[in-house]
């Protein structure tokens, strides 16, 4: 890889290997990260934010690329998307776990919106199955948390976890298109996704009903949740778009390497 190339996979590493969504939430309401890791929602309501966010990612990316040209090169809008957002939970948290039905469904979509032209701002082809699957993938990069030391925690292990389930569907997605009905493939993954990004948003309403969180209110958070997954989608779509130029292999060294300059894990 040459410097220049390197500059930019270091840029992306330093993105990607922020401190984690829990954290960043932590340092907003100015409590400490044990109290925001413990924050606990009913499990009704556990189940209920579960629902939602399943549904709400069935339908927000078709939304959100069915107006983007795949040809347009322009800058992402980022922050346009960051202040629709901070709109969208001003709304919502004033109506509690009841808003959340109606906030959710804009909220993801905004977000996989700002995502979407991301991805193609850095060279990504919005007709590519793999790219919409790529956008989805954003969604369970948290940054690294306290718990990582290992060459294989933070970024790359996020990818890990789901890229049998992302490839498998693509290549459904491909023959069958996004909303194939019936498609178990497309349905596994979009609940293994799920699953993580759910975690953040139950997160984030406990705290919102939480008086200790006082002038934090929705829009703040919803700008934090912003903010952070440009912040994922940049540095992500940066390792793929130097991933097609330099091969996964090489670009993965390189990234652990730089891992090993900034003390990512202990040396051997």
Known sequence: ????????????????ETPGLA???A???GAPLEYVMTRRLPVPATRLVNALVRSALQQSLRAAVATLDPDQRRPPRTRTHTLVAAASGAAGGAFGLAGLAVE???T?????RSIAEIARAQGESLDDPATTLACFEVLTMGGRSSSDDGAESGYFAARAVLAQQVAAAAEYVAVHGLVGKGGPLIVQLLSAIASRFSVNVSQKLALQAVPLVGAVTGATLNTLFMRHFQAMAQG???????????????VRRAYQALGDEAGDRPAA
């Open 108 to 112: 993801t979509t905004v977000i996989l």
């Open 236 to 250: 992500h779509f940066t390792v793929r778009r130097l991933e097609r130029r330099y091969g996964a292999d090489v």
């Open 27 to 29: 340092n907003a309401v």
């Open 23 to 25: 954290a960043q939430l």
């Open 104 to 106: 959710l469904p804009v």
């Open 1 to 16: 890889m040459d410097p220049a190339a390197l500059e930019e996979l270091r840029q992306a590493h330093t993105l990607l």
